[in-house]
């Protein structure tokens, strides 16, 4: 297996701004997800892509928009966020019934 | 509901030494169980899984699993710590949500910090 990429590492934006996170795989996983993390804190679900289409959303805000323009790209749009959304975002991905395997995420800092 | 509790926020041990991190699961039926490394500045690492068949189950890096249904647990063990182990280690169980989606239920992690 290969790994999950997750881009931009970092990310410094303000609460007016409008950016995208994105998530690429080319292990054939045809489930996805994003994760928020706070420090010493166990991931937080936000939502699961299954075959390209959006099967959970966790109550997410909607300054948070999810996008799976196919099966390797995962986006997660971004936009008014508040200083709270701070965190480290992490893409995951899978087979049905195997284990999910992460990005090294994306650290979000909401000035 | 199901849950994951890890009972011990912080563990500290010398290089060398045996390690053994607690995890316990309630689930109602079989639990699939994973435990995940993450060092500092990084994603989660699969250390080892747990489906079925044998209880002992052993993975990456020199970690091994123990699956006890009577105890409920499925504790992580490793008889010689480095000091590149030092991370956050989580337990987990896949559980099934509503529309028979599957999503993991987290431990809330132990941090490990090992003594030269």
């Known amino acids: 297996d290969t790994e999950v990429t997750q881009t931009p590492k970092h990310l410094v934006m303000g609460m007016t701004n409008k950016k995208s996170l994105k998530c690429e795989q080319h292990m054939g996983h045809r489930a996805m997800y994003w994760y928020k993390q706070k420090a010493k804190k166990p991931p937080e679900l936000m939502f699961v892509y299954s075959y390209e289409k959006l099967s959970i959303n966790e109550s997410v805000p909607s300054r948070f928009s999810p996008e799976c323009p196919n099966s390797s790209l995962l986006n997660l749009h971004l936009h008014a966020l508040q200083p709270e959304d701070s965190a480290l975002y992490l893409c995951?991905?899978?087979?049905?019934?195997?284990?999910?395997?992460f990005g090294d995420g994306t650290r979000l800092s909401i000035l | 509901a199901q849950s994951v509790t890890q009972p011990d926020i912080h563990i500290t041990v010398s290089e060398g030494a045996s390690l053994e991190l607690r995890c316990n699961y309630s689930?109602?039926?079989?639990?699939?169980l994973f435990w995940y490394v993450q060092s500092p500045g990084q994603g989660l690492q699969l250390l080892l899984k747990y489906f079925s068949g044998d209880t002992l189950v052993q993975g990456i890096k020199g970690f091994e699993a123990e699956f006890k249904r009577s105890q409920s647990s499925f504790n992580l063990r490793k008889p010689s710590v480095h000091w590149s182990d030092a991370a956050e280690y989580f337990c987990a169980v896949v559980a099934l949500g509503a529309g028979n989606n599957r999503k993991l239920i987290w431990g809330l992690g132990t941090s490990l910090a090992v003594n030269p």
């Open positions: 995951a991905s899978s087979r049905p019934g195997e284990p999910q395997h």
């Open positions: 689930y109602g039926a079989t639990p699939y």
